[in-house]
């Protein structure tokens, strides 16, 4: 099925965060764009924040951008303790300014945890999707990675 008739479709009969997180299981991430005003969000909102426009079209992100903040977590929450992380083990979460002009919130990887002040904001950022759990319990959760 062409992606324009997935989005059709989606923009029919789904709420709009269903259809961010259906999107990112088959590797696309989905943004909106106003069409008055040109605001794109990540995920999707059916109201444009910068306009209070109703006008969104669904659009995939080419998934480049850059480290705009980030903050390295050494006391994860339940869902991320059960990934392995914790004080021995932190992880890194950002706000990754996306090339299409999105803010958007994403796990930092393959930056050193151990030595925070190395990774750089502004840095080049490339989407990495990850998949975590078995079988019909994976998730998938939007990551980037610096760009090689
Ligand atoms: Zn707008």
Redesign the pocket.
């Known amino acids: 099925m062409a992606l324009e008739e997935k989005f059709a479709e989606v923009e029919n009969n789904e709420f709009y965060s269903a259809a961010y997180q259906r999107f990112l299981a088959e590797g696309k991430l989905i943004g909106s764009r106003?069409?008055?005003?040109?605001?794109v969000c990540v995920p999707p909102k059916p109201i444009?924040?910068?306009?209070?426009?109703g006008e969104m079209v669904l659009e995939e992100m080419k998934g480049k951008g850059r480290l705009l903040s980030y903050t390295v977590i050494a006391v994860a929450p339940p869902l991320m303790v059960e990934e392995g992380y914790d004080r021995n083990n932190p992880y890194c979460g950002g706000i990754v300014e996306l090339e299409e002009g999105a803010k958007v919130p994403a796990r930092i990887v393959n930056v050193n945890v151990r030595n925070p002040e190395k990774i750089e904001l502004g840095m080049g950022l490339s989407i990495k999707y990850l998949k975590v759990g078995q079988g019909n319990e994976t998730k998938t959760f939007l990551a980037f990675e610096p760009t090689s």
Do not use: F
Not at 34 to 39: A, F, L, N
Not at 48 to 53: D, I
């Open positions: 106003c069409r008055t005003c040109g605001h444009c924040p910068g306009c209070h426009g």
